[in-house]
């Protein structure tokens, strides 16, 4: 279907049938089936299997014009098969997987009907307590972006459309609070929140979702500027811009439109295309036109966009889903889970413990998190099958053997603080050679609403991990949960910690992967905070005038400050975060030496190549995150510390060296000056390449002024 074709179908199409178009009905709706039948929804939401099939059919058999449904689901980290969640899946730094993760997803949401997934989400998240970091790739821009185009690319070359979410500035909302304001400067948005949605947006993402949340006194669902401004006329965006739930009459209660027409009005004026559950479009479009109050040509425009997203899905010919796409393959897509989760865990410590010697006859596998097939699976699971869930203790006793492996929950749930299960479960890690407790937060405890204002273990776990460590037994703790915890009163109760996010269904088999031997290569998307008090807390921050020294030795929690220093630091706390972006432990020990430069100055539209020689100096086999780092040192306007620039997987064997290098465009440099152009400005740089945004060795290079 061409681009004359779509005119050629608009020009058909009465005003009820446009509005339709720009409709996206929720499920259990009034009177659906009529609906579809008299073309009055451009698609439905939550609608899977035959069901998908009935109203697909419905419309496309039975509507006057036959125009094929968009049919969304919140398809985030998996369909069927689940792989861990999104921020875990940053863990392991692999864009390539991540990519082949969203194409097994789409073949198993496609052969249940579903042709649009609203992911990825590309909302940077810095804080924690907010429920939906989950389901973010974490806090740095760059990684998010090369994950964000994995995903869209991914998902649409299996013929499910993504949708880039949630446009924009989301993740920063007050006090972690879900749906509470953001209050974000322009360049805070163009330098760090909006370059993901950029990078989609080149990468062709076909769909845009409009956000919740205030943004600095305008909502962004009712955002002109951003959406209409920034995403359609600036980027060329030429793809559909859908609503958030409600989000269009939700404007009523933000105080910015006094009712749905209005809101229906600023939505549309805006640029969002389509609105998800609320009808304002629906009920109100007609009237506005009317009354003069709303073109026409947007409302046209916004109708060419979902049919254009239509047609570019091949809906026209195959409303059912291409006869010839590659069928969903359940044991690839197991293989892939179990590698993803394996290299989405991070290893924050291991003094004794991991791996677990074959010395170890008899294993104690404790906690709520060690057989909760479902709670494993992470947040926005809808289609998940915890049938095919395999736990920490099951995959256990079938790599060490039934008579090895011994268990007890300690606790029912995460959030329990019923002790009844204390003793039995105290008595069994006595009784064996290494205990490996699995604790952290049940699915429920992030995504969508899910905030949290503790961000210590749930319920009674911390007296769990307290009383079985007091048995002397040695303790590698497993953490399952769907963001960053406070881990300092955890760490000195256990040997080693390895910090599993929700990992999805192959998470037992991963996780046995790694206590059983292979190297953990997990890397953290998120600095890890020491208190909540430091939050938000990340690592690509501004200086300060008073920069606390940055070799301070490390603070222990409630002894005061040297009261002489007048630092950008805390009285109470150390300033640093206790884990920092980039970070994770293995079984070896890696070496970097001598950083090489090409050059010592280039000029714009030049490129540095920079390396550094990586060794394996340990004995084991492993992989490692190698990461550039840059840091601008003066500007006309004041840069972050680090900025993550790239990053690569490198795999060597013990004794193995090799040099690692990276190829730095100036175009890498650029940034958002005082009149907010974009510039690449001269002076110098320092640039890292290490294992995490807090170490690695460094070296200077000057970028000269352009020759006019
Ligand atoms: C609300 C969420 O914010 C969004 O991410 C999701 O895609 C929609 N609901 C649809 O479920």
């Known amino acids: 279907m061409t681009e004359h074709d779509i005119e050629q179908l608009i020009s058909r199409m009465t005003l ?17 089936e009529e609906r579809v039948r008299q073309g009055g929804a451009g698609s439905l939401i939550n609608v899977v299997g035959d069901d998908a099939y009935h109203y697909q059919w419905l419309a496309v058999e039975h509507s006057r014009l036959g125009i094929p449904l968009l049919l969304g689901r919140d398809v985030i980290h998996g369909f069927q098969t689940v792989f861990p969640i999104p921020l875990g899946q940053a863990a392991a730094f692999d864009p390539e997987r991540v990519r082949q993760a969203a194409a097994h997803s789409a073949r198993e949401a496609g052969a249940a009907g579903v042709n649009w997934t609203f992911s990825p989400m590309l909302d940077v998240a810095r804080d924690p307590r907010w429920g939906r970091i989950a389901e973010s790739f974490g806090e740095d821009p760059l990684l998010i972006s090369r994950l964000g185009v994995a995903m869209v690319q991914g998902y649409q070359q299996e013929g499910v459309a993504a949708c880039a979410k949630h446009f924009v500035g989301y993740g920063a909302a007050e006090g972690g609070r879900d749906y509470s304001a953001t209050d974000l400067a322009p360049r805070a948005l163009l330098d760090t929140y909006l370059p993901p949605f950029l990078a989609a947006q080149q990468a062709g993402v076909m769909t845009v979702m409009s956000a919740f949340n205030d943004l600095d006194g305008v909502p962004a669902t009712g955002h002109e500027d951003l959406i209409r401004g920034t995403l359609k006329n600036r980027w060329g965006f030429d793809g559909l811009v859908v609503s958030d739930w409600c989000s269009v009459t939700e ?3 933000h105080g910015f439109c006094e009712d749905a027409a209005a809101a229906a009005r600023a939505g549309v004026s805006a640029g969002v295309d389509m609105e998800m559950a609320s009808t304002s479009y629906l009920d109100h479009i007609a009237g506005l036109i009317e009354q003069g109050l709303l ?8 109708v060419r966009r979902i049919l254009r997203i239509k047609a570019r899905l091949g809906l026209f010919q195959h409303p059912y889903g291409d006869p010839g796409r590659t069928q969903p393959q359940r044991p690839v897509a197991t293989q892939l889970a179990r590698s993803l989760a394996r290299d989405s865990c991070v290893l924050l410590k291991n003094e004794q413990g991991l791996p677990l010697g074959e010395h ?4 104690a596998v404790i906690g709520p998190m060690a057989d909760a097939p479902g709670e494993q699976l992470g947040c ?5 099958e915890r049938q095919h869930s395999q736990t920490v203790f099951a995959a256990l006793q079938e790599r060490l053997g039934a008579q090895r492996v011994v268990h007890a929950r300690g606790l029912e749930h995460c959030r329990s603080h019923d002790l009844d299960g204390l003793e039995a479960a105290v008595a069994l890690a006595r009784s064996a050679e290494v205990v490996v407790l699995c604790l952290g937060e049940d699915a429920g405890l992030s995504g969508e609403a899910h905030c949290r204002a503790h961000l210590d273990l749930p319920g009674a776990q911390q007296t769990l991990l307290e009383a079985v460590a007091a048995t002397g037994v040695p303790v590698v703790l497993v953490i399952m949960a769907g963001r960053p915890l406070v881990l300092g009163p955890v760490l000195p109760h256990a040997q080693a910690v390895l910090y599993a996010w929700h990992p999805g269904s192959q998470g037992g088999p991963a996780i046995v992967d790694l206590l059983c031997g292979e190297s953990p290569s997990g890397r953290l998307p998120v600095s890890f905070p020491r208190s909540v008090g430091q939050i ?5 921050h501004k200086n300060t005038g008073r920069p606390p020294h940055p070799d301070a030795p490390s603070i222990p929690s409630g002894t005061p400050l040297d009261p002489s220093g007048f630092f950008a630091a805390y009285l109470d706390e150390d300033h640093r975060p206790l884990f920092p972006f980039g970070f994770g432990l293995g079984y070896t020990r890696f070496e970097y030496r001598d950083l090489q430069l090409s050059a010592s100055q280039l000029t714009p539209g030049g490129t540095l190549c920079a390396s550094v020689l990586l060794s394996n100096a340990g004995h084991r086999s492993a992989t490692e995150v190698v990461q550039l780092y ?6 006309s306007v004041t840069r972050p510390v680090r900025e993550l620039k790239d990053f690569q997987r490198i795999s060597l064997q013990p004794g193995e060296s090799q040099r690692v290098s990276f190829e730095l465009h100036t175009d890498a440099l650029r940034f958002h000056d005082r009149h907010l152009r974009q510039v690449c400005e001269s002076g110098r740089f320092e640039l890292w390449i290490g294992p995490d945004s807090a170490s690695g060795p460094s070296a200077v290079f000057e970028l000269m002024a352009s020759q006019a």
Do not use: C, S
């Open 536 to 540: 938000p807390i990340f690592y690509n």
């Open 630 to 635: 840059v840091r601008d040192l003066v500007g």
């Open 251 to 253: 404007m009523i209660a």
């Open 295 to 302: 073109d026409i040509a947007l409302v046209d425009d916004a």
């Open 380 to 384: 926005w699971v809808f289609d998940g």
């Open 16 to 32: 009820a049938e446009k509005l339709g178009q720009m409709t996206q009905v929720q499920p259990h709706g009034r009177d659906q």
């Open 360 to 363: 170890a006859r008899r294993v």
